[in-house]
């Protein structure tokens, strides 16, 4: 058995004296391990990090097996991504959101969102955003889609406010005003173009209402706690993105 793909490097842990397993994420083999024979040394170091772009040649004797991993570099994002907090809650938060998914299952949105994550973890306008969004594509693959382009009640395409926690429909703000105070905020970011700013108090109605979705439909039901690094992560793009205000 063999392939070539390229992916995203989410996770590694040591196996032996001088080897690792790497997780991936790539384009067309979903979330894939493999192990890399001589990975812990000096000169592959550098390249088995998260946040790493790779492409990587996947062999075994049948396809049920761990396998071994060729692996050369791409895009280097790791060094960059460590240099700020943000970056480093972001690619340990984007591994434990693609955990969620089954191992091996193509998932190929989700593998060029996490690209464009690990391009703008650095940038603290785009980064809390970028990830709101890779939450709700989260949702959507696992099943669990939330409707934010019209009204549950009216039909309606504009003034949309408020999400309901029953069947994470959006709802317009004439229409869900008699409950409001039972609804989740719709920061407006989520329902503009491309191009809308994102206040620090927007992104924070924006991961409690993703949180809440994750938290009843995926950790709840699978009986897991919510990531630390998203806690971790929220704070910091919220800083990075009130002092870049």
């Keep these: 058995m063999e392939w070539r793909d390229e992916g995203i490097i989410i996770g590694t842990r040591r196996h032996g004296e001088t080897s690792l397993i790497v997780e991936l994420m ?30 990587a040649v996947w062999r075994a004797r049948l396809d049920e097996h761990l396998g071994t991993y060729a692996i050369e570099p791409l895009a ?54 970028l990830m709101v969004r ?51 905020p719709l920061p407006s970011f989520l329902t503009a173009r491309e191009g809308r700013q994102c206040p620090p108090g927007d992104l924070d109605d924006a991961f409690r209402m993703t949180g809440y979705f994750l938290d009843r439909d995926i950790w709840a039901a699978r009986g897991i706690a919510p990531p630390e690094s998203r806690t971790g992560f929220i704070r910091a793009a919220r800083k990075a993105l009130a002092e870049a205000a």
């Design 134 to 184: 890779f939450e709700l594509r989260l949702l959507e693959e696992l099943g669990f889609g939330l409707t934010l382009d019209r009204c549950a009640g009216s039909g309606a395409t504009h003034d949309l406010a408020y999400v309901s926690p029953k069947s994470g429909q959006a709802v317009n703000r004439q229409t869900g005003a008699p409950w409001a105070e039972k609804m989740l």
């Design 26 to 55: 790539t384009r067309d083999h979903g979330r894939h391990l493999g192990l890399v024979r001589g990975g812990r040394s000096r000169k592959s170091q550098p390249v088995l990090q998260p946040g790493n772009r790779v492409e």
């Design 76 to 129: 280097l994002h790791a060094a960059r991504l460590m240099e700020s907090a943000c970056a480093i809650a972001g690619i340990q938060l984007l591994g434990a959101h693609l955990r969620l998914l089954p191992e091996r299952d193509p998932h190929g949105g989700l593998y060029e969102a996490t690209c464009v994550l690990a391009d703008h973890l650095t940038e603290p306008a785009l980064a809390g955003p």
